[in-house]
Nanobody
Framework: QVQLVESGGGLVQAGGSLRLSCAASGRTFSRYAMAWFRQAPGKERAFVAAISWTGGSTNYADSVKGRFTISRDNAKNTMFLQMNSLKPEDTAVYYC?????????????????WGQGTQVTVSS
């Protein structure tokens, strides 16, 4: 049974930083692409960033490019999202997701497994 557990969310002032983690278990972590999505109140779940199975390829939503960095440690079965220069519009529940293939895209439906989410709140 695949399990994804996010951590690291919280309340931060605009301009601040947070580092999210996603701990994975249940199958060989290093064989699958991973991603972060977020969902703000009243909005659909939206793509944030994705990373390939080795970490050699990454992709970001335009809204976070240059501010967020996705990474993974396959030895520790963990993915990260370093978020800098946070803005109030980054406020959302952040979800990690695991793909079925080595590379993943930016659509919700292509990801097979999801965590429960972690709340990120950015105050102005």
């Amino acid at each position: 049974q695949v399990q994804l557990v996010e951590s690291g969310g919280g309340l931060v002032q605009a301009g601040g930083s947070l580092r999210l983690s996603c701990a994975a278990s249940g199958r060989t972590f290093s064989r699958y692409a991973m991603a972060w999505f977020r969902q703000a109140p009243g909005k659909e779940r939206a793509f944030v960033a994705a990373i390939s199975w080795t970490g050699g390829s990454t992709n970001y939503a335009d809204s976070v490019k240059g501010r967020f960095t996705i990474s993974r440690d396959n030895a520790k079965n963990t993915m990260f999202l370093q978020m800098n220069s946070l803005k109030p519009e980054d406020t959302a529940v952040y979800y990690c997701a695991q793909h079925q293939n080595l590379f993943g895209g930016a659509t919700v439906n292509e990801y097979a497994y999801w965590g429960q989410g972690t709340q990120v709140t950015v105050s102005s």
